[in-house]
């Protein structure tokens, strides 16, 4: 079994069955949005085989573009689009067309009525997006169905693939690339983690896996733009198609938020993430995009040449990035009804495992949050199953086996080895930095309110799609006695692992409940700017350095961090 299949069977572990509904209001204070124009919309096959006579297929837009436009730009579009979204076109464009159908076409317009927040999880191996409306109060997760929910039809494959002729395709979610038929000759994943290595340092150089074709960073900028383009057109029709009467005689403003691996607030991930939304949003109002028009990444970078001067001339649009980590921690907040105290918090991914501890109180009835320690690392569920084969020299099935049936008690000679494998003690070390840390300054900051805030159990929250994986829980939970807490620091409490529940303002519409882990940073992301509570952060300096990851080639014990 190869190393792709390894990553998919353990994320069948947590597959199951999640969604939601509608939405809350949005307090965005931008001047402008969309005028509101009818039309009929269009509706296209989802199907991801192409005919076998090639044919143009898709629906060409007629907004025009405006001439003039009132700054700050609100992110709006008509009440119905004309080729939102199309699957894509086997007809390729040629270089003299890219010119013509690259500029993006944004309606003009005012006084929005109605706001739609988008937030996108752009995830290592899957991309998720809920929205939220200004009139229901409730978030909804896109599911992308066409009437039969699943969870598969609502995760979107965070890859890309070239075809046998050099065109690009993407956007398409598990269940279609599954029953794809296209003549793929290369893919490349990992696509977010591409982009957040251009700046955030890699604990792994050799991964993920080098690409040729990814020779800049501007390139890897573009493919970005590209598949968060054609997932935004295609979230934005399924929206309009599924919820007619939402937007009937309505102006809509939209604010798009995508989540950065980043452990601050500030930085220049945040700002590559959110130059590379803006990118994205303008992006999905081409004509290209909205032909879903095939095009090679030559002709890519040649259209995102035009795209990136129209951005900078149009800067004002509603596109920002917010830590992956505060959304999810906001997202917990509200799922356990707002309740003040003292948490910890951890997201595993497929690249990354983040991780906070934070304080939620209320303050002249004010919501914040007092962060106190986090982290961001390459101990997702990929990296650090390619770390344990790199470090005990075992094959990606070997691996898998242990870490799905992981049981101290067996008599497994590889859950044995990876027990005791320095990179299992570096994801606990730190997992201890990030709770020690933390509680040592929420004790000095309420000396007289920890004891009752915390109680006799310290509660680890995990969610992310490897969450339901024994081994990451059992690794969290082990790290008390596994480093002696106990006996160096007495005033804390023993840890215990627990799931995030499902919001009330989150409709999963017939999906289980037990999904929400996966969509819990797209929720948080799609919260109203003017509904986040204050957060309160360290400076970059205060934060604890998280102890260096250990090379492989040294087996000699570390020293337990207390």
Request: charge should be negative; glycine fraction near 6%; charged fraction near 20%.
């Given at each position: ?24 209001k ?7 949005a ?9 509706q ?37 689009e004309?080729?939102a ?18 500029t993006?076409e ?19 191996r ?24 699943n969870?598969?039809q609502?995760?979107v ?29 290369t893919t ?25 074709a ?5 390139t890897?900028e ?15 029709n399924?929206?309009?198609t ?18 950065a ?14 130059r ?10 081409t ?5 879903g ?8 970078n ?16 509603d ?21 003040e105290g ?13 991780g ?19 982290f961001?690392?390459s ?11 790199d470090?005990?020299?075992l ?6 086996d ?11 000679a ?11 003690k ?27 805030e ?9 969610g ?15 790290t008390?006695?596994?480093?002696g ?37 797209a ?6 700017e003017?509904?986040f509570?204050?957060?309160d ?26």
């Amino acid at each position: 079994m190869n190393f792709w299949n390894f990553i998919s069977s353990l994320f069948d572990l947590s597959r199951s069955a999640s969604s939601s509904s509608t939405s809350s209001k949005s307090k965005q204070s931008k001047s402008a949005a969309s005028k509101s124009k009818t039309a009929d919309s269009q509706q296209s096959s989802s199907t991801t085989a192409p005919p076998a006579t090639p044919v143009e297929t898709f629906a060409k837009a007629k907004v025009k573009s405006p001439t003039t436009r009132t700054d700050p730009i609100a992110s709006s579009i008509p009440n119905i689009e004309i080729g939102a979204y199309s699957t894509f076109s086997p007809v390729s464009i040629d270089d003299a067309g890219i010119c013509l159908r690259c500029t993006p076409e944004i309606p003009n317009g005012d006084d929005a009525d109605l706001f739609i927040d988008l937030g996108i999880d752009f995830g290592t191996r899957y991309t998720k997006v809920c929205f939220r409306n200004s009139d229901s109060n409730q978030t909804s997760i896109v599911t992308f169905d066409n009437g039969s929910v699943n969870l598969e039809q609502a995760l979107v494959s965070s890859q890309i693939a070239i075809l046998d002729r050099g065109e690009i395709l993407t956007g398409l979610t598990s269940n279609e690339w599954e029953a794809s038929q296209w003549p793929i000759t290369t893919t490349i994943g990992f696509i977010k983690m591409r982009l957040a290595y251009l700046d955030l340092p890699q604990d792994n150089p050799h991964w993920p896996p080098s690409v040729d074709a990814l020779d800049s960073s501007e390139t890897i900028e573009n493919l970005s733009a590209y598949f968060l383009g054609r997932l935004i057109a295609r979230s934005r029709n399924w929206i309009q198609t599924t919820q007619p009467d939402l937007f009937k005689k309505r102006k809509v403003g939209w604010v798009l938020k995508v989540g950065a691996p980043v452990e601050y607030w500030h930085g220049p991930a945040i700002d590559r993430f959110e130059r590379v939304l803006k990118l994205a949003w303008a992006l999905s109002f081409t004509p290209m995009v909205r032909g879903g028009d095939m095009v090679t990444l030559p002709q890519l970078n040649q259209c995102m040449n035009h795209v990136r001067v129209w951005v900078e001339q149009h800067p004002d649009l509603d596109c920002f990035a917010k830590p992956e980590i505060a959304a999810a921690v906001w997202a917990h907040i509200r799922a356990v009804g707002s309740r003040e105290g003292f948490f910890v918090f951890s997201d595993v991914g497929e690249g990354t495992t983040e991780g906070a501890s934070f304080r939620f109180y209320r303050d002249n009835g004010e919501d914040r949050i007092s962060f106190y320690s986090g982290f961001v690392r390459s101990l997702g569920v990929a990296t650090l199953s390619q770390q344990l084969q790199d470090e005990l020299a075992l094959d990606s099935k070997a691996v898998r086996d242990a870490l799905l049936s992981w049981n101290l008690s067996s008599d497994n000679a590889n859950q044995k080895n990876i027990l005791k494998s320095q990179t299992r003690k570096y994801f606990q070390r730190i997992v201890a930095s990030v709770i020690v840390t933390g509680f040592n300054r929420y004790r000095s900051a309420c000396p007289h309110l920890w004891k009752s805030e915390i109680g006799s159990i310290l509660k680890v929250f995990l969610g992310g799609g490897g969450s339901q994986i024994s081994f990451f829980r059992h690794g969290v939970e082990s790290t008390y006695t596994d480093f002696g807490h106990q006996r160096s620091i007495p005033d804390l409490p023993p840890y215990k692992t627990d799931n995030v529940p499902e919001p009330e303002d989150l409709d999963l519409q017939n999906l289980d409940t037990s999904a929400f882990n996966r969509f819990s940073i797209a929720y948080g992301l799609s919260i109203a700017e003017g509904q986040f509570p204050e957060f309160d952060f360290p400076d970059d300096t205060d934060f604890p350095k998280p102890p260096p990851r250990p090379e492989l080639n040294n087996h000699s014990d570390m020293k337990d961090f207390c």
